[in-house]
Every structure is written in structure tokens, then in C-alpha cells.
């Protein structure tokens, strides 16, 4: 029950969150997200329906879903065009960070190995939801972008593995670099094996069924939704990198959704607006959970009565030192080799909830104050990465103003559409009572009813049906799917012209056949 409460507390967070973050558009909807987790934990209300920050449900239920959608939304074939770099960034660069700030850390503080290792392999993971809260509206290059959020798709596997040795350093004292090395090329290799083959079979099942008497499009979706979380618990139960295999079950999937869309576009078109729903929700879950476990870091007794502030010099170190690794790495083999280029792509390794979860999994594992010390490490190397990043992109990089004005233009666009279809009702030949339905249907596609027309329609509807007999509930479908055909004549003038984004347009047309499905749909009860 407490977990219940828990989730439903968080939730409302995301949603509340997420309508403030409507009103303020220029300013992401991460940062209010992060500030109601703060809310939660600090009103003692909320606070205490809310436990302790549960690594493995963090890790089986959001993270999982979420790379496997992540994974779902990338080419494969990109993936293969870009491999190379992707070893290079996610497996290569990593490494290097690790080694070089590991040799420097023991020379500035009074640490061991081991631990300094501990403290820059949790540190290496980078978050692609992260990336985009602190782009905010910039024009950010789109190969950088690409490049950065590939990377945060696989490096999440190298920095368990480099956490992993530097634990066995801590608990044996000996570092065996062979066996390191290949316990790393087993998690990755073996993650993506399973990934491949269980993601496999579910496609070959899927696909079988699709073309069967038996397919249920629901029990389908249900499946799918859950296999991230399959694939995770099975790949991790063997000893293999979960987040490697979730990645690459959803690459095969995209792969099979190219190729079987229109085999049950009811089921397709059901699966995309449910993955939507739950990455917006997800995302939104993973900052209020960090925003949660900020808060009660920074009240706890440790941090309150600790007056050692080394933690905060070492945090500042870690962080100083990924970003010109990164740099120098960037500067020699990404993009076009320019400073620039270099520059933003390594402040764009942004660092948040999967860096905070690696660092909640060493309770046990290290000595109270020594995993006290570790967490506040991390979050400054959190905080810095967020902040750093979102201060710099604001200064430095241009407003897309295409993705600014882009609501107004669209709006302008809709209007004009949906003029031109209420153009074509008025000249047919419809009863009085019939028309007027009709035209509250096409204002409403540009939201120009009002409240109080509304509650004035919903208290007539049901003697409207009663009123409106078959003949003219025939007209009343016939005059909406004559006004949404001229709806898409009128945006197919308008791409033809090529001065709007084709995605624009692509974005209006399917509103209009989504409007015009619920017409024709014949299990509706809307008509």
C-alpha cells in the first residue's frame, strides 16, 4: 500500500509539474519536475508516504521502459553507420575518464584508489533526458545531438562494469585488468546477445499471432509494455549488462515496426500513443524522484553536521576532469574536430538520475561515512553537469526561434484549415439543427467554444440524440467527412507551396484523419 500511495503521490507531481511548465513554456519542464520532488520530500505531508530510494525498482520499472523506448526510436541502421564512434564514446572515452581522474584524485585528497574509481565509474553514465532540459529551446547542432544521445543510450553498461571492478578493488585490494576487461566485454556482449534473442522471439510470437484468428490487440500491448522489464530481470539474472539488452531488444523493435505497421494499424497506432504517454511520464518520474532524493541528501543529519567540506572539492574535481576528457576526446574524434563542436559536446554529457541510482546501489557495500561522502560527490557532480551546461547553452548557442514560433504559426495554419472546411458545411444542404452540431464540431478543432457553450451542449446531448433521428445523424457524419476533406485539400495546397515544415503540416493532417477516424469509427458513440 505504501508503495501505491507512494506512486500516486508522484505521479500527481509529474502531472501538476508538467501544466506549470505550460505556463512558463521557456523554462523545461524537467526544472519544475525537480522542484516539486523537492516540494515532496520537504512538506512532511507527502514526505512520509514516500520510502527510501529503491534502486532495483528504479532501475526495473523506469530506467528499463525507458531506454528500451529510447532504443525504440533509433534507427538500427544508424546505430550500425555510427559504431564505431559509439565505442568510442560510450566504451573508449569512458574508460579513459575513469583512469586518468582516478590516477589524479588520490594525488589531491586523502582517498584510496578503489574508492576515487568508485566515485568517477558512478560518474560516467550521462542522461539523454538530462541533455534535453538543458538544451532549452537552443538550436543545438543535430549531429552533436545525435551523437550525445547514442552515447547516453550505451554507457550507462560501462560505468556498471568500471563500478563493479572498482568494488572488487575495495573489498580484495588487487585490480585484475584482464579479468575487468573481460567481465566488461561479457556484460556488453552478453547484454546485447540476450537483448537480441529474447527481443527475437517476442517479435517472431508477435508477428505470428498478428497473422492468426487468435491476436488480441490489448494482451499484445500489454506484452510488449512488459518487455523491457522481462528482458532486464533475465538478462541481470545471468550476469549480463540489463541496460545493454533493453537497448538493443528496442532496436529490433523499431525494425519490426517499419515492416509490419499497417499489418494492424490499431494495434500500431495504439502501441505509439501508449509508448508516448509513458516516456513523458516516465521522464517526468525520474527528475521528481531525483529532485525527492536531493532534498533529503542535503537535510540529512550527515551533510547538516558535516563541517569537512572536501566532498564538495572532490565533486568539483570529477566534474572539472570528465569535461576535459571529454573536450580533448571530442576535439580529436568527433564531429568536425572544431573547439566548438569539442565544447558542446562535452558539456552535453549531462549526468542526473542514473548516476544518483548507481550511487544508492553502494548502501551496504561501503562504510556509512564513506557512502555519505560518495552520494555528495555525486550530486554536486549532478547539479554541476545540469547547471554548467543549461547556464553555458543559454549564453552561447542560438534561440531556435523555428521551434519557438512554431505554436503561433500553427495556429495561424489551423485556423485558416478549419475556416476552409466550415466554408464547405455552409454550402450544403443540411438541416438547421444538424449544422449547428456540425459547426461546434469544426470550432472546436481551433478551441474557439467557449465554456459556457459547452456545458451548454453537454447538458443538451443526450436529448439531442433523442432529437436527431438516422437520416440526419447520417448527414451530420457526411457534412464533417466533407469539411476534414477540405481540411487536408487545404494543407495539401499549403505543402505544395514549400514555405511551412513538412512535419508541420504532417503534424495538422494527422489531427485531421485522427478527427475524421472517430467519425467512421463504428464502435463510436459520438454520432
Not at 325 to 340: N, T
Not at 437 to 461: A, E
Not at 465 to 494: C, G, P, T, W
Amino acid at each position: 500500500m505504501s508503495m501505491f500511495i507512494a506512486l500516486f503521490v508522484v505521479l500527481v507531481a509529474v502531472a501538476v509539474s508538467e501544466l506549470i511548465a505550460r505556463l512558463l513554456p521557456r523554462i523545461s519542464s524537467t526544472y519544475f519536475n525537480l522542484l516539486f520532488g523537492i516540494i515532496l520530500a520537504a512538506w512532511p505531508m507527502t514526505s512520509r508516504y514516500i520510502p527510501e530510494f529503491d534502486n532495483e525498482f528504479f532501475m526495473i520499472v523506469i530506467l528499463a521502459p525507458l531506454l528500451f523506448f529510447e532504443g525504440q526510436r533509433t534507427q538500427i541502421l544508424q546505430v550500425q553507420q555510427r559504431l564505431k564512434q559509439i565505442i568510442g564514446t560510450a566504451g573508449i572515452l569512458a574508460i579513459i575518464s575513469a583512469v586518468v581522474i582516478t590516477m589524479i584524485l588520490p594525488n589531491l585528497f586523502n582517498m584510496t584508489f578503489p574508492l576515487a574509481l568508485i566515485m568517477v565509474a558512478i560518474s560516467t553514465p550521462t542522461d539523454a533526458t538530462a541533455l534535453e532540459s538543458v538544451i532549452g529551446g537552443r538550436a543545438f547542432p543535430r549531429s552533436s545531438h545525435e551523437q550525445l544521445t547514442l552515447e547516453s543510450l550505451f554507457n550507462d553498461a560501462t560505468g556498471l562494469v568500471l563500478l563493479q571492478a572498482g568494488i572488487i578493488w575495495w573489498q580484495t585490494g588487487h585490480f585484475n585488468f584482464l579479468q575487468n576487461a573481460g567481465t566488461l566485454l561479457y556484460a556488453a556482449g552478453g547484454g546485447a546477445l540476450i537483448g537480441f534473442m529474447i527481443a527475437l522471439l517476442f517479435m517472431v510470437i508477435r508477428q505470428w499471432l498478428l497473422r492468426t484468428s487468435i491476436n488480441a490487440i490489448y494482451a499484445q500491448n500489454l506484452v510488449y509494455l512488459l518487455t523491457p522489464i522481462i528482458i532486464y530481470i533475465l538478462a541481470e539474472a545471468i550476469g549480463v549488462s540489463g541496460i545493454i539488452a533493453v537497448v538493443i531488444a528496442g532496436l529490433v523493435n523499431n525494425s519490426e515496426a517499419n515492416r509490419s505497421r499497417f499489418s494492424s494499424p490499431r494495434q500500431m497506432h495504439l502501441g505509439l500513443n501508449l509508448v508516448n504517454f509513458l516516456t513523458s511520464i516516465l521522464n517526468g518520474m525520474v527528475f521528481v524522484i531525483l529532485g525527492l532524493n536531493l532534498e533529503r541528501i542535503f537535510t540529512s543529519q550527515y551533510f547538516i553536521h558535516n563541517n569537512n567540506w572536501q566532498w564538495l572539492m572532490i565533486g568539483v574535481t570529477v566534474y572539472l576532469g570528465l569535461l576535459v576528457c571529454r573536450l580533448l576526446y571530442a576535439k580529436y574524434k568527433v564531429g568536425d574536430h572544431s573547439w566548438r563542436s569539442a565544447g558542446l559536446f562535452s558539456l552535453g554529457g549531462v549526468h542526473a538520475t542514473v548516476t544518483l541510482a548507481m550511487t544508492f546501489s553502494l548502501r551496504g557495500t561501503l562504510a556509512t561515512n564513506l557512502y555519505n561522502q560518495v552520494i555528495l560527490v555525486e550530486v554536486v557532480v549532478i547539479i554541476l553537469s545540469m547547471v554548467t551546461a543549461t547556464v553555458v547553452f543559454n549564453l552561447k548557442l542560438p534561440v531556435d526561434f523555428d521551434a519557438r514560433n512554431r505554436p503561433s504559426r500553427q495556429r495561424e495554419i489551423r485556423d485558416e484549415m478549419v475556416k476552409s472546411g466550415i466554408e464547405r458545411v455552409k454550402k450544403m444542404d443540411l438541416d438547421p439543427a444538424v449544422r449547428a452540431l456540425v459547426m461546434y464540431d469544426l470550432q472546436d478543432q481551433i478551441r474557439s467554444n467557449t465554456l459556457r457553450s459547452f456545458f451548454k451542449q453537454w447538458h443538451g446531448v443526450s436529448q439531442h440524440q433523442e432529437k436527431i433521428n438516422v437520416l440526419q445523424s447520417v448527414d451530420q457524419r457526411r457534412a464533417l467527412m466533407h469539411a476534414f476533406n477540405e481540411e487536408r485539400r487545404y494543407l495539401h495546397s499549403l505543402a505544395l507551396t514549400h514555405q511551412i515544415p513538412s512535419d508541420e503540416i504532417y503534424d495538422l493532417y494527422s489531427e485531421v484523419l485522427l478527427a475524421e477516424s472517430l467519425v467512421l469509427d463504428p464502435k463510436s458513440r459520438l454520432i
